[in-house]
């Protein structure tokens, strides 16, 4: 079969950036995306040198995300899908742009600002046509996708117990006062919204939980702070979770716990077995049937799976990574596009690539754990569907 | 120096008991006591082989612990003081009756079925001048020592985030309904109190967290949940905590957690420093100064400090492990007492060995938590200090 | 059933030493000893300072080992056992000593200064009638006793492959300039031995590698090495292993490697399954059957099995560590001890007990080490049996 | 600065082989290479299925690696270089083929099938003025770097123990005599070479314990074992080993120890520090400065230094692992050539990529080794320095 690569740009993402570079190396990992063009920077002479650096011609290095939607649909090799690798609050208006054009969209989280953005956000997606991700990437990782399998296979049994955790600590001092650009718009509200270490990482855990169990959280009891003095955002998150179908859970997300590079970490409890998984050790999935030893399901190793496999290059003992994990994501996309573009259906990956609805949901999630931190921790309701109409 | 080991006896704890021999165990490591008399069950058959098998004499083997009180105080031999290995809800008469006879106590954990009593046995104590001490045994680990020693130091910076969990699985199944007599009265209120795994473990947990970080839970928000059908207290604890000075927390305790045995472990994060501390490895103390990378202190081994070393028996990479710990205790409890029996001051260790104070504030820290389950997790503040008079 | 406590005496372990120490507590931990006689030192007034230190009565504390056998036999409640805790040297003679007067003789290891001397010994054992016990502490572990009970029945299937292996680093720098007085006898030749780190941990490697394979060595390759200058003893032993019935092996042992505290470890590889087992980590035991996942095993956890529970304390989860595997020992010794006196078969702990024949085993294989490194490790046998007639 | 990437051809490596497809993602993770001729099979038939499924054009499959020297030679957009990825025995003459036509080589190791085509090799690469790079890829994870690095500046003092080991259990059973085809072609001595786990796996511990410390192995005693019935080449590898400067160390490779996926471990010890990495949690490597606790130095963490910076492509935390410790090789020999094609020196990334002496030494060992164990284990050194002239 002769090799089709998707013809892809990118929104964001110029020199200095980090996610954008992330995406790229996605993208090339498993060969299914060519980058062709980029409205890279804001700024327009780093947007060119970036964009030479990455091998995009000149005329498609674009200054703006609008004029590079419209001159990419009227190209016949124009792209395909767009990558959006903005800070928050410009996911809206670039999504925007490209599906008006019929153009297939791959966003960084948090999907948008705030929820009325990312409601109206799944109008547009809807009568677009198109195509749009959201790019969850740990959902990627080929052990979280076997946790999720032994969930909905009834290994677990009934959930009772949800444990989710994202520590981090690269914002313990007040770094957004140094040129660090990626604390800067982090922890500044135009930029990031009205979540700081919540938007940024809490949604990661959220999304990770509700992923894995299949399950929605109806409601959360929460507790921000900033404990950093003078920070804007919060950078400390507590909350309780009650999920929809009895399960109860804790979710803790913080950047400023010193000794934590990358910590997210899922638990789940059912009244058969327990599962455990943890972001820093990838290649191990903890599985522990009550009443038999723990097992060490190793990623491509002995019980790990079928869809395990499938999203496994190397084998066992080799181990694989964030950028595989998110290559992963990028792989099902790529299936679900090259569906789409063929007439075909994308069930098979379907489930597993984050939505809109996902994105929403997530929305959901930050505002009301903002609204329960602001009412003293009052049980808040997500269940904000009559909006969703 | 001549050897004078503490003669003691103990109420509960005959055979088949769990923790009467762990604490049998915990006095003999260090050869500080010697146990010259029970009343070690209600069933007096049962209570005098149990005796005998401890080569207790026939004549110190007690039906009835008021007896027992009674006759060992006029004993020339008599016992210096009580060990208390009884369900929950013995707690209180039977330390009330040594006491009034001048009798040292030694009592296991929670210190009363609730509040009110506590709060009368503290003025018991203060009455009987004799010494009372509450066996919160995890902190008698050495690294637990350290770690309270890098907070009093000042390593840690100011505490910010304070994370306490203890899980553990032994109640995922209704073991209630078996013979299993340790499951049958845990989970009983008229012998528990009305908390479950809360009092069980949750206040162990609490106890850590307030030991290590020198500060005060000043109010909690909780939900707590008996998942399994049928029973009758919680067996799974979700809380968020404030402390006195500022630092916020989780804590997290269950009973219906498949994988976990013995869970208990707890992270502090301060603005300078976080430590990390798990008490299925209690022989390694991680310390991550921001910074700098994270350092593996390990009990005896370098770094470990002057606290850890007085308390290690054997040096580093020779696991000492919970017998120890508790051992530990003991150790500081007997010297309490030959200070005492000396006339001497008790300083040195005072602050090391949990007290009726120490009691008190996990009976608050009870009652706050089911008042705040019973509220839809409103927070609930322990300040009770009116009452305390 | 009336309790009944063996007595024994020590000969060395006065103030200052550790091994003694870590005997002591392990008798006492299970209160089936009594200390009641001693010649704790050389040194007459540390002896009895010693002595009664650990309520020795003045008159049971001897100046010499000698006059301590010969008292001891006289009297009505002598010692029914020694222990002998002295540098290596002086095994052979206390022994010798004790087993004449037909009193039990629990010895630590290695259990004399020379192969020579182990075979004088175990023609005065037999005579003797009386019991011997070498503390082969390691094997008291009950993960240990499980691995040997998995690798019995076959779970393992044929061993291919036994990696074992023991690295300290505390004489990394050469301490015996110090007045470190471990560091001084053990790297004494007079006081040792002709094996150094071999002696002191390479037979303890060695003894495990045998306790759980229920292999014999055959043949031994070896490189032993002094690495710190001036050094008498070797600090670092290489050796390669045949075994008896097809296994290979390798053993490393060091006491100049930094960062490894007691880092004993062993892992064995049959054509059906994997084990592997750290003394640092206890109470885990990682059971690899081929083409599942590994489980982990844990110490009276769920799959630990008969062995491991009957020495198991306290529940899973609930760390046991050196001490209590020290324990064990003795555990199984007041068995024999008790069956012996009762004139009853010590069949059921016979085989976990090392005895005179694993110690004769243990000079084989330091004195075909030192023989292969003299000679350049060409591969040197163990068997000497017509020696043993 | 605009980007170029280098063109590349492949020998070996089309659809079902492994380590081919390997190259490939470790080439585009960076985007530093342009893939665009091939010989991926020896089938005609497979070898274009296989090119055209890559993206490579018709007319650039090749059926023969000759042919493709030629060819490719002839054409102003001609590879660049070729990465040969083949089994073993064709090492040699693809590589001489394209070296012959100055065409730059990327070679799979073990170099060649044995020191004599290893030596020649080095003739032919001399004299070509190409570029000859071996792919010992375990050499190009970040912390492997700064342990090297670590040692370069003396912070481990004068080495004198280096343990390496490299088990794995896929060879457990007899499956060369199932249909899978790298068992077969690994176990075959017409294809592999006269060493089997030796030369697949061995040799990667061997280069890897030479290129941390920067010393040559001098002798080897070897025990090498066949223990699966009827397979030809050895499936487990005991040896001790001697370095050239006063360090001593043990290398043990295995593919028949159920439990271990890809193990390949190294610990360095000198005398004032010890080092300790595995592949299998390759973000960490572990640093023990004698006298303090030891550190968890983590890839992009405090304190993992410049040059494991320079090949971190996101921060701490997120792990980085197999694909991208081989994408990093790939990265310094794109600056390699680069440098080469630009007439500029290449020392600064010289050191790290391994080469054709790298080889050699590889060939050395493995000849060694053979020796060391048909002569039952007798030391045999490596110095062949006179055939090398």
Not at 75 to 102: C, S, W, Y
Request: glycine fraction near 10%; aromatic fraction near 8%; charge should be negative.
């Amino acid at each position: 079969m002769t090799h089709k690569r998707i013809r892809i740009g990118m929104v964001g993402g110029g020199d200095g950036a980090f996610i954008g570079a992330v995406h790229r190396i996605a993208t090339r990992i498993d060969d299914g995306f060519e980058l062709v063009a980029g409205a890279l920077s804001s700024n327009p002479e780093r947007a060119l040198s970036s964009a030479l650096g990455l091998g995009i011609q000149k005329e498609r290095s674009y200054d703006s995300f609008q004029q590079m939607a419209l001159s990419e649909k009227q190209r016949a090799d124009g792209i395909q899908a767009v990558v959006i690798v903005t800070p928050n609050h410009m996911h809206f208006p670039v999504a925007k742009a490209f599906l008006e054009q019929g153009i297939h969209v791959i966003c960084d989280k948090p999907v948008t600002k705030d929820l009325d953005e990312a409601l109206a956000l799944k109008r547009i997606v809807s009568e677009s046509g198109a195509f749009f991700a959201l790019t969850h990437n740990y959902t990627g990782y080929p052990l979280v996708r076997h946790a999720k399998h032994l969930v909905d296979s009834g290994v677990l049994g009934n959930l009772r117990v949800i444990q989710a955790e994202y520590p981090q600590d690269w914002l313990t001092d007040k770094v957004e006062d140094t040129d660090n650009k990626q604390a800067q718009w982090r922890t500044d509200p135009e930029k990031s919204g009205m979540a700081g270490c919540l938007g940024d990482i809490g949604t990661h855990a959220f999304n990770l939980a509700c992923f894995i169990s299949g399950q929605k959280v109806q409601e959360v009891s929460a507790d921000l702070t900033a404990f950093v003095q003078g920070r804007r955002l919060d950078d400390n998150v507590h909350t309780m979770l009650r999920f929809d179908q009895g399960a109860k859970g804790m979710l803790w997300s913080s950047q400023v716990a010193p000794g934590n590079e990358n910590g997210l970490k899922i638990r789940l409890y059912g009244d058969k077995a327990g599962l455990e998984w943890s972001q820093e050790s990838p290649n191990e999935l903890w599985l522990s049937i009550f009443g038999e030893p723990t097992q060490k399901i190793t990623r491509a190793g002995h019980g790990a799976g079928e869809e395990a496999n499938r999203l496994s290059r190397v084998p066992a003992g080799h181990p694989e990574g964030y950028l595989e994990g998110f290559a992963n994501l990028y792989l099902d996309i790529a299936l679900a596009i090259h569906a789409i573009e063929d007439g075909a259906a994308v069930d098979s990956v379907q489930g597993f690539i984050p939505s809109i609805d996902d994105g929403i949901e997530g929305m959901k999630f930050i505002t009301a754990v903002l609204t329960s931190s602001k009412n003293n921790s009052a049980w808040q309701t997500l269940n904000t569907d009559h909006l969703n109409e």
